[in-house]
């Protein structure tokens, strides 16, 4: 796949407005801040073609890129303290209704900070998407920002933080340095191929 070929699709703030997917779809969900757009853009090798942003709850709708026959959803992030409880039924309605629309959802990608425990939003995420059945896999962002030591120990205390860790797909990431780009990509051209 050449994930440089993308282009944006359309972006969407209500579940009633996303049209039915007829593309393999991978979808990029995590808390606000954790680095999907980032990742997104990484992977298309652009700067900009996700915004990204150093305030938390930048992406407030659901984007769409394509590449050749493969549609990227950038979801906006969840539990930033700082939105109001308005903004957050929003959001919650949209991601459900995201969820559960009649997709051909290939993957998940759960984005959990590295350098912290998963947080109680992040919990419920796994809980969901593990009863709602869809296939996920975890990746740990700003794996730049942990030494080597530090990314150990963050590793192994994910054994016990993570529900079913033994189940769990979990990569590393850095969308500063690109390490863990390549097993990210990889996935992807796996899972939308057929
Ligand atoms: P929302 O759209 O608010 O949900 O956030 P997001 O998950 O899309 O995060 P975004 O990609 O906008 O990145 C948030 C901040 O983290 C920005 O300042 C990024 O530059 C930074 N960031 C993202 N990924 C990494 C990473 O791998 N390493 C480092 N050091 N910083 C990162
Ligand atoms: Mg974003």
Redesign the pocket.
């Known amino acids: 796949m050449n994930f440089n070929n993308v282009t944006f699709e359309c972006s969407y703030g209500k579940p009633e407005q996303l049209p039915p997917s007829d593309f393999p779809e991978i979808a990029?969900a995590?808390?606000?801040?954790?680095?999907?757009?980032?990742?997104?853009?990484?992977i298309f090798n652009r700067r900009h073609m996700?915004?990204?942003?150093?305030?938390?709850?930048?992406?407030?709708t659901i984007n769409f890129f394509r590449v050749e026959n493969t549609r990227f959803a950038?979801?906006?992030?969840?539990g930033?303290a700082r939105v109001s409880k308005a903004e957050k039924a929003r959001w919650g309605k949209l991601i459900e209704g995201y969820f559960r629309q009649e997709r051909d959802l290939r993957l998940v990608f759960l984005?959990v900070d590295m350098r912290h425990p998963p947080t109680k939003d992040d919990l419920q995420m796994i809980d969901f998407l593990v009863e709602s059945g869809l296939p996920f896999a975890i990746a740990l962002?700003?794996?730049?920002?942990l030494s080597k030591k530090q990314r150990e120990e963050r590793l192994e205390a994910l054994k016990t933080e993570l529900p079913y860790a033994d189940q769990i797909n979990c990569l590393t990431?850095?969308?500063?340095?690109g390490e863990g780009l390549e097993n990210i990509t990889e996935i992807i051209e796996d899972v939308v191929k057929d």
């Open positions: 990029f995590g808390r606000s801040n954790v680095g999907k757009s980032s990742m997104l853009n990484k996700a915004r990204v942003s150093a305030t938390p709850g930048k992406t407030a950038d979801l906006p992030g969840y930033y984005l962002t700003k794996l730049d920002k990431f850095s969308a500063v340095t």
